[in-house]
Nanobody, 121 residues
């Protein structure tokens, strides 16, 4: 069994900062691409940022220069440092990981349970 557990969400005023964490656990051979997604109220879930095991990153335009994605491969953990938060960043944030459970298996997509981030104006 594989689990992704997120932490670090909360309530913050505009201009503030939060740091999200996502830890993978269970029967894992390798954690490949990891990413953060968010779903604002009444809207679809969209990509925020992704990171490869080698540290190559991609960000959606709206968070560039404000958010930083990182990972610790030894701990199977990913982070999202969010600075200069805006009310439009309010959403449930989900972590995603493509995981190989065995050396010969293909990637399987896993999702965390989501963590609420609320930014007040």
């Amino acid at each position: 069994q594989v689990q992704l557990v997120e932490s670090g969400g909360g309530y913050v005023q505009a201009g503030g900062s939060l740091r999200l964490s996502c830890a993978a656990s269970g029967n894992i051979f390798r954690v490949n691409v990891m990413g953060w997604y968010r779903q604002p109220p009444g809207k679809q879930r969209d990509l925020v940022a992704t990171i490869t095991p080698d540290g190559f990153t991609i960000y959606t335009d709206s968070v560039k220069g404000r958010f930083t994605i990182s990972r610790d491969n030894a701990k199977k953990t990913m982070y999202l440092q969010m600075n200069s938060l805006k009310p439009e960043d309010t959403a449930v944030y989900y972590c995603n990981a493509q995981i190989q459970r065995r050396s010969f298996s293909q990637n399987t997509d896993y999702w965390g349970q989501g963590t609420q981030v609320t930014v007040s104006s």
